[in-house]
């Protein structure tokens, strides 16, 4: 069965440092999405992108993250210059249509900011 | 502003029980609800999804009720296994993006 992957499963950095989240979603989904877990909140939708370009972010998306389909495959995040706050389980979605269809989810990656 | 509660954040009931997880949201035009069961440490594992035009879906021993109107879902969990020991989010959507619940975490007991 078709899965989102998500790689590495868990990244230690020190602040301030830049790093790169990468995703690979169902290949025939057009809809990607990455969400993010703190340690014992909810699941917070960060970005959704469509078509190569943002379609909705949320205040936390700042400056500090971008979103990139680089090839026909991946979806990468990147934090350019982490904090502590940043720490969290960020988790990548994708789905074949923007309402009416599943969202399939990653297992996440585990981002440690030291 | 979408806003998702459950209740109850946890529960504990032994093995054999149906049960019922609940799911309130407050903006009543959404798309669609779905449920996913989270393993601790774990990515989000799609249970169901109702779009908003359903009442319900059924998969296995699971079924989800949806009602707009009174801005509710339920999550019905028939003859409960150990292995059903987990966390369940609802999440409903309007624009495409998710907005979650914080879960009830259920455990059964053998």
């Known amino acids: 069965e078709p899965e989102v992957t998500q790689t590495p499963s868990h990244q230690v950095t020190q602040m301030g440092q830049e790093v790169i989240l990468r995703c690979v979603p169902i290949s025939n989904h057009l809809y990607f999405y990455w969400y993010r877990q703190i340690l014992g909140q909810k699941v917070e939708f960060l970005v959704s992108?469509?078509?190569?370009?943002?379609?909705?972010k949320s205040e936390i998306f700042d400056d500090q993250f971008s979103v990139e389909r680089p090839d026909g495959s991946n979806f990468t995040l990147k934090i350019r210059s982490t904090k502590l706050e940043d720490s969290a389980m960020y988790f990548c979605?994708?789905?074949?249509?923007?309402?009416?269809?599943?969202?399939?989810f990653g297992q996440g990656t585990r981002l440690t900011v030291v | 502003k979408q806003e998702v509660t459950q209740i109850p954040a946890a529960l504990s009931v032994p093995e054999g029980e149906n049960l019922v997880l609940n799911c309130s949201f407050t903006?009543?035009?959404?798309?669609?609800l779905q449920w996913f069961r989270q393993d601790p440490g774990k990515g989000l594992t799609s249970l169901l999804l109702?779009?908003?035009?359903?009442r319900e879906q059924t998969s296995g021993r699971l079924n989800a009720s949806l009602d707009k109107s009174s801005g509710r879902s339920t999550l019905y969990i028939a003859a409960s296994q150990p292995g059903d020991s987990a966390t369940y989010l609802c999440a409903a959507s309007n624009t495409g993006k998710l907005i979650f619940g914080q879960g009830t975490t259920l455990q059964v007991k053998p």
């Open positions: 979605a994708s789905s074949k249509k923007r309402e009416g269809t599943e969202a399939f």
């Open positions: 109702i779009q908003s035009s359903q």
């Open positions: 992108f469509y078509n190569n370009e943002i379609s909705e």
């Open positions: 903006d009543s035009a959404i798309y669609n």
